[in-house]
């Protein structure tokens, strides 16, 4: 008799949701969760916005039915989206370039770009940043395509590797798919400046690359504005262009899976084309997209009052990050007498990098309490407030021999 699922082994567990089962087993008061990429407010609760809960209270009372949607979902939801992306006074958008889907998730439309992008070329490699966001390794494995890595940090500076980035990028081939994050990069908080969002879009556009910009964190920088005005200035150079936007964190909305696709194309009818090949894909793999999140952020975007509440809610969020950020890199210098992580101030989002990685980590976790992936990022929204200097101390002797070890090593070299 044929066993099929007897010749599986057992994948390896996602070492991030690991880090969740150990945090919960585990007893002691005073543990730290600087693990998974969830927003956490000073008592470690992910709280329901306010805008959130008036506009599910909206919902309910309108609501009328529990149809489908239709393979693109809602679009209401969709064409607020499109605002937040492109802007109100949008060339691409009033001549009819954009398609937009949603999606069950930022996760979901990159998934719908990555299986669009294989009908466009299916030899075309995947290039992503290096660090990046571990999914996006998966999905591209999930869509079959090569995954090749082009550098982003400059280790001393902490700000983008913009040249060694650019030099790994000009050995793309017509049709590769770049994916470039939008504001806020994870792990990293390092972003782009606006001059080299426009240069990239048009080398994107000059070198026929498919670019994919994910948004998955816009409004948690600089402002919903400041935020969007790279992905913007990319988007009016390169006229076909993916994006994948997540309402996960700038909402609130982990569990609800609200997320939109949006293509850009040169032209209407390309647009047109285009999104019936992907409300093609969409039908395959999830039929019909959820509809309580994009409600939700349809609702709150279309309603004034809830905008404006929304708009404050995330202020706050933000500034709270911006200043464990400030009071963590003021409480690094002084633990360790160095300076070297004074970058941190100057990042943004909720996501860094400290150079600790997998033995260290695991020290710190089993000594003190310290739970963070292997890969040394920090969730910044995770600090304790009332225990920054008491955790820079625990961490001081690992950094400031990883400091030694990196300053040896530039020494030899």
């Known amino acids: 008799m044929n066993t099929f699922l007897s010749e599986f082994a057992p994948r390896p567990?996602?070492?991030?949701?690991?880090?969740?089962?150990?945090?919960?087993?585990?007893?002691?008061?005073?543990?730290?969760?600087?693990?998974?990429?969830?927003?956490?407010?000073?008592?470690?609760?992910?709280?329901?916005?306010?805008?959130?809960?008036?506009?599910?209270?909206?919902?309910?009372?309108?609501?009328?039915?529990?149809?489908?949607?239709?393979?693109?979902?809602?679009?209401?939801?969709?064409?607020?989206?499109?605002?937040?992306?492109?802007?109100?006074?949008s060339e691409a958008l009033s001549e009819g370039r954009v398609a937009s889907f949603t999606a069950p998730g930022g996760c979901g439309a990159i998934f719908l770009a990555m299986s669009l992008a294989a009908r466009v070329s299916q030899e075309g490699r995947v290039w992503i940043s290096s660090p990046s966001w571990p999914n996006h390794l998966n999905l591209a494995a999930a869509a079959g395509r090569e995954a090749l890595g082009y550098p982003y940090v400059d280790a001393e500076t902490g700000t983008v590797a913009f040249e060694e980035m650019m030099d790994a990028l000009r050995h793309a081939r017509a049709g590769d798919i770049v994916i470039i994050q939008g504001p806020c990069h994870n792990p990293t908080g390092v972003d782009l400046d606006l001059e080299q969002w426009a240069y990239l879009g048009d080398f994107?556009?000059?070198?026929?690359?498919?670019?994919?910009?994910?948004v998955a964190y816009h409004g948690f920088g600089d402002g919903l504005e400041a935020d969007i005005e790279g992905v913007r200035a990319f988007?009016?150079?390169?006229?076909?262009?993916?994006?994948?936007?997540?309402?996960?964190?700038?909402?609130?909305?982990?569990?609800?899976?609200?997320?939109?696709?949006l293509l850009q194309a040169e032209t209407g009818a390309a647009a047109a084309a285009a999104a019936s090949h992907?409300?093609?894909?969409?039908?395959?793999?999830?039929?019909?997209?959820?509809?309580?999140?994009?409600?939700?952020?349809e609702t709150i975007l279309t309603d004034e009052a809830l905008t404006a509440q929304w708009r404050e809610e995330l202020g706050a969020m933000r500034d709270r990050m911006q200043r464990l950020r400030n009071d963590f890199a003021a409480a690094l210098e002084k633990a360790t007498g160095s300076d070297a992580f004074a970058s941190l101030a100057h990042q943004k989002g909720m996501f860094s990098m400290l150079p600790l990685q997998g033995p260290v980590t695991e020290m710190l976790r089993l000594q003190f309490g310290i739970y963070m992936p292997g890969s040394g990022r920090i969730n910044i929204a995770g600090l304790p407030e009332d225990g920054l200097e008491t955790l820079a101390g625990q961490m001081a002797p690992f950094l400031t021999a990883a400091l030694a070890q990196h300053a040896a090593a530039a020494s030899q070299a």
């Open 13 to 89: 567990p996602d070492p991030l949701l690991g880090i969740s089962e150990a945090l919960k087993a585990d007893p002691r008061d005073g543990k730290v969760d600087l693990g998974v990429g969830i927003y956490k407010d000073s008592d470690g609760n992910t709280p329901i916005l306010g805008a959130v809960k008036a506009a599910e209270k909206l919902i309910l009372e309108r609501q009328t039915t529990k149809a489908y949607e239709g393979p693109r979902g809602n679009a209401g939801f969709c064409a607020a989206i499109e605002k937040q992306v492109f802007g109100d006074q």
């Open 204 to 214: 994107c556009a000059r070198q026929m690359l498919f670019p994919l910009i994910d």
């Open 235 to 261: 988007l009016a150079a390169c006229p076909e262009t993916m994006t994948a936007y997540s309402c996960s964190k700038n909402f609130g909305l982990y569990r609800e899976r609200a997320g939109c696709f």
């Open 278 to 297: 992907v409300a093609e894909i969409a039908r395959a793999v999830y039929s019909m997209p959820p509809a309580h999140g994009a409600a939700i952020v």
